[in-house]
């Protein structure tokens, strides 16, 4: 059974940094992706940032967009959210999600394509 597990969230002041820690477990294909989505209060879920161990690829949302870093530690499945220079809209619950697949690809990064869901973890930032 998929389980993944979010850490690192926490209280920040503007500009400052948190890397957020997703750990993977019982994943059984290589093919998998990884994906970062926030959610803050009152709308609607976004997608942030998704690496995809079939290329290793990373995409990111324009919001985050060279503040951001997404990344994977090669001896477990874990992927790292880096977030720098945060902003105060940046607040938001953020969860980590996994798309599992038998055939080599890269989803999208929306999450209709990513299966199971971490509990989240509540970034806030502010003075």
Known sequence: ????????????????????????????????????????????????SCFSNSDRST?????????????????KTTVYLQMNNLKPEDTAVYYCALHSSSTWGTPPCSEVYFGSWGQGTQVTVSS
Do not use: H, M, N
Not at 10 to 37: H, K, N, T
Not at 59 to 75: A, L, M
């Open 59 to 75: 995409r990111y949302g324009d919001s985050v967009q060279g503040r951001f870093r997404i990344s994977r530690d090669d001896t």
């Open 1 to 48: 059974q998929e389980q993944l597990v979010e850490s690192g969230g926490g209280l920040v002041q503007p500009g400052g940094s948190l890397r957020l820690s997703c750990a993977a477990s019982g994943v059984s294909s290589d093919y998998w992706a990884i994906g970062w989505f926030r959610q803050a209060t009152g709308k609607e879920r976004e997608a942030v």
